[in-house]
């Protein structure tokens, strides 16, 4: 049997495993340090009252004669279809162009099946490895060069350009994922950048798929939480979200996608009616337990508590950010976003990661692990309990 040849275009040791295992050569060396990490972005918080008690409530009815639900429909609850909507997007989408999923990072990869093989993608340099490593697997872009794939159209964003990439660079009929706030820089587009963006799909008869994993740690009025909040993006772009970062769910698996009905391939075919085949013929469905903590997350009660808890990681990030601007270290992000870019111009990332495990004992992440713009980059994540991200910020003056 033969061996899937985009499999082998993928570079060895993706970036969490790679940190994972520095982490615990450390430890060995080094029995008795008391590791801290602000590395990989994963929730450390207990899920609240009142969206535990609908999982709880969820669960409690499958053990019920009439809360019993086998299979449900692919596309998810049509309740919680309309309360995202509803709540989320507040008209800017309808019930029908929601899809729940058992998380955004499952469905980017899911969604690279609406163009096949054949297609270019564009990415933000740095940013997210499921846009990148999935278009490897599926075969739209080839080995990997020293400096990026290729077949990948990098899109750098840089101090020099406020993190906020040079559009003209995109080709025609590409996918262009943008996720903003971004992961891993913090950066979060205004709407005059998100217009321009939408407005260069349009021009290049090009798809975005938009990630907004993190949009409910924007606090500035004047961000944009959706790419709908542009005018013209109901024709060129694709949203996932996640339940993941803001309800801690990144253990429960819950998020969605909105592929809009306007949204049509070159050929005028509807993007969404394919979405649905496709969640229909390899997808079954979100766990209806985790639905039912969806649909508690997004009562007033559940709004609260993600409130709640999303205020909390931006606090750790407010006060990682100010220990490293006491420093002198530049740094963009960790105000509406619950990530850290700290620069070290000149330096390979590695490098300084190692220095700061050594130092501190303290795990950040490489920026040059999210594409090659992200060298001379580290990121802080705000994920963590209040007492160890004081510990670690005491430790890194
Ligand atoms: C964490 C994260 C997600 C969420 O993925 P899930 O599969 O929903 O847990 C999506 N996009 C980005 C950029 C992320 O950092």
Redesign the pocket.
């Known amino acids: 049997m033969q061996r899937n040849p985009c499999i082998a275009n993928i570079k060895a040791g993706y970036l969490f495993p790679e940190i994972a295992k520095r982490r615990r050569e450390f430890a060995a060396a080094h029995p008795q340090a008391k590791i801290i990490s602000l590395g990989i972005?994963n929730t450390t918080e207990p899920v609240m009252p009142h969206i535990n008690a609908g999982l709880a409530e969820g669960a409690r009815q499958l053990g019920t004669a009439e809360g019993y639900s086998g299979y449900g429909d692919e596309q998810g609850l049509t309740a919680l279809r309309e309360k995202i909507a509803s709540v989320l997007y507040n008209g800017l989408a309808e019930p029908d162009e929601v899809f729940i999923?058992?998380?955004?990072?499952?469905?980017?990869g899911r969604l690279q099946l609406l163009f096949g093989s054949g297609v270019k993608a564009a990415v933000q340099d740095p940013s997210?490895p499921?846009y990148v490593d999935g278009s490897v697997l599926i075969g739209s872009a080839g080995g990997w060069t020293g400096n990026g794939y290729d077949g990948i159209i990098y899109l750098p964003c840089i101090a020099a350009n406020d993190f906020f990439p040079d559009l003209s660079i995109i080709p025609s009929d590409c996918i262009i994922y943008f996720?903003s706030p971004?992961?891993p820089t913090g950066a979060v587009a205004n709407k005059d950048q998100l217009a321009a963006l939408v407005k260069t799909a349009l021009q290049k008869k090009s798809i975005i798929v938009f990630?907004a994993?993190?949009s409910e740690f924007i606090r500035a009025p004047a961000l944009p939480k959706s790419i709908y909040e542009i005018e013209g993006a109901k024709e060129c772009a694709i949203e996932?979200n996640?339940?993941?970062?803001t309800a801690g769910?990144?253990g429960v698996?819950?998020?969605w996608s909105i592929v809009p009905k306007a949204l049509k391939y070159a050929s005028g075919e509807s993007v969404n009616t394919d979405w649905n085949r496709i969640c229909t013929t390899i997808f079954n469905g979100a766990s209806n337990i985790a639905q039912a903590g969806g649909l508690a997350a997004l009562d007033s009660e559940g709004q609260k508590e993600i409130r709640f808890l999303t205020d909390y990681y931006l606090e750790n990030a407010a006060l990682i950010r100010k220990t490293l601007i006491a420093q002198g270290i530049t740094c963009t992000g960790g105000d509406n976003s619950p990530y850290i870019w700290a620069c070290f111009p000149g330096r390979d990332s590695w490098e300084v990661f190692s220095e700061i495990l050594e130092k501190c004992h303290v795990v950040t992440t490489p920026g040059a692990g999210f594409g090659p713009a992200g060298n001379g980059y580290i990121r802080f994540s705000a994920f963590g309990h209040r007492a160890d991200v004081e510990e670690a910020c005491a430790r890194l003056v």
């Open positions: 972005g999923s058992d998380g955004a990072k499952c469905d980017i997210y499921v996720c971004n992961n990630d994993a993190y996932v996640s339940f993941s970062k769910f990144t698996r819950l998020g």
